[in-house]
């Protein structure tokens, strides 16, 4: 069980290293691009504390996120899952990292295998099922394992599969990508799954469909998210 984020014995304030935090993952930026932006508002640390603060503080800010969201998501699960992995390379060897979004691109789960198969979509799909129960529809695209797996865990009618049917979670990879190219890859398999969870938290709770919203209503719930952000490890 993730520890609640304790700021104490911390000579710095805890809203620095919040906002030093969301900078880092919820952005392209280097941990020196970080530091640079700090510094421009009179904070001067270092890139490295900057990595200190994100792998003490970046998985406890995302438990406390997905604590508070799974709840929620668990109320509406006859959503359509859309279901979908992509290659990341690691140490240059090639993994997979499989992920599932909800119809309205809320990031469900990330989890990062070895070997692109049935075994690792059984693990993916179950600890999915595990977390947020049933979906009515899952999307997926035309890989066998997703066929073997699903009728295994007896939900084979759920499936549904079309040209562009998965477009929801291939767009939502997009801004991972964006992370992954500004932190020059990963080297361990450890550091990526580490990454995509609190990535995928953090994705979660800044992301406002602005596109579908007016600007009032974007406003407002940006200013909501921010103001959540800022109260997380408070407790």
């Known amino acids: 069980m ?13 809203e620095i290293i919040r906002l030093a935090v969301m900078l880092y993952i919820r952005f392209p930026f280097s941990l020196r691009n970080v530091e640079d932006l700090l510094h421009e508002r009179g904070i001067d640390v270092s890139h490295e504390t900057v990595r200190y603060w994100w792998n003490r503080f970046g998985p406890m800010f995302a438990a406390e996120i997905r604590r508070k969201r799974v709840q929620q998501l668990r109320a509406f699960s006859k959503w359509k899952w859309h279901v979908d992995e992509v290659f990341v390379k690691v140490n240059g060897k090639r993994h997979y990292l499989w992920r599932a979004v909800d119809h309205e691109g809320e990031v469900l789960e990330a989890v990062v295998t070895k070997r692109r198969n049935k075994a690792a979509a059984l693990k993916f799909l179950r600890k999915l099922m595990r977390r947020h129960g049933n979906a009515e529809k899952i999307v997926t695209d035309r890989f066998a394992s997703y066929k073997a797996v699903l009728r295994e865990l007896g939900v084979l009618e759920k499936q549904r599969t079309g040209r562009w049917l998965n477009n929801r979670v291939e767009n939502s990879h997009l801004p991972f990508r964006r992370r992954e190219r500004a932190m020059q890859r990963f080297r361990r398999i450890r550091s990526l799954q580490k990454f995509a969870s609190v990535h995928s938290s953090v994705y979660n709770h800044f992301n406002q469909e602005r596109s579908l919203a007016s600007r009032d209503t974007f406003k407002l719930t940006r200013t909501a998210a921010l103001a959540e952000w800022r109260e997380l490890g408070a407790a």
């Open 2 to 14: 993730t520890r609640p984020a304790s700021f104490k014995y911390f000579k710095t304030s805890p």
